[in-house]
């Protein structure tokens, strides 16, 4: 039944290693995003994908990345970690543009950065 | 993109009604109020959303005044599995699901 799926649930990266997390939908939806969620926060927005169109926040760290092979799948890439990166990092899509439109979550991913 | 302020946190016992209210002041004619809850752990999900007037699902109703500058979450006869955070989001017909603060909701028995 799981429609937004991010894989794995828990990551633990050593610091400045490079880590990248994974989402894929059932969905079939046009819209992907990644959030930054820390410890006791709202989510954080860090970019979203409408279709292939790469959408990055102003305040996203360049350490950041982001891929979209096809519509079933989105890819967070995190460079060099640092401690302060640690986090839940949330995928989640909706399937289309507008303000009437809901957003689905998927379980997310705990990092872990030691 | 509008600002939301809620109240940080609430308690409430079971079976009681609760109301959590949301401000959104700067809200734009095309913005829709949508609310979500998440658990410690898990992702956030879709409660309610709404334009104007009043919305009720099977797990919520939401109440808007004509003015649109606050809406009321309201939870009927809540249970210990309702304590959790909840958000309210505004926002224009875009891409965007920017969350606020969120209020954490603590249900005692």
């Known amino acids: 039944d799981a429609m937004v799926i991010q894989n794995p649930r828990y990551q633990v990266t050593q610091f400045g290693k490079p880590v990248t997390l994974s989402c894929s939908q059932t969905?079939?939806?046009?819209?992907m995003y990644w959030y930054q969620q820390k410890s006791s926060q709202a989510p954080k927005l860090l970019f979203h994908y409408y279709d292939k169109d790469f959408n990055n926040e102003a305040d996203t760290p360049d350490n950041f990345q982001s891929r979209r092979p096809n519509t079933s799948f989105c890819f967070l890439d995190i460079r060099s970690p640092g401690l302060g990166d640690t986090a839940m990092y949330l995928c989640?899509?909706?399937?289309?543009?507008?303000?009437?439109?809901?957003?689905?979550f998927g379980q997310g991913t705990r990092l872990t950065v030691v | 993109l509008a600002k939301t302020t809620q109240p940080i946190s609430m308690d409430s016992y079971e079976g009681q009604e609760v109301n959590i209210t949301c401000s959104h002041n700067n809200i734009a004619t095309n913005d829709y109020i949508t609310w979500y809850q998440q658990f410690p752990s898990q992702g956030p999900r879709f409660i309610i959303q709404?334009?104007?007037t009043k919305v009720t699902n099977e797990v919520a109703s939401l109440f808007i005044p004509a003015d649109r500058k606050s809406s009321t979450l309201s939870l009927p006869r809540v249970s210990l599995s309702d304590t959790a955070v909840y958000y309210c989001l505004v926002w224009t017909g875009g891409f965007k699901t920017i969350f606020g603060a969120g209020t954490r909701l603590f249900v005692k028995a």
């Open positions: 709404g334009y104007k």
């Open positions: 969905l079939n939806h046009n819209v």
């Open positions: 989640a899509t909706s399937p289309r543009v507008g303000g009437n439109t809901e957003a689905f």
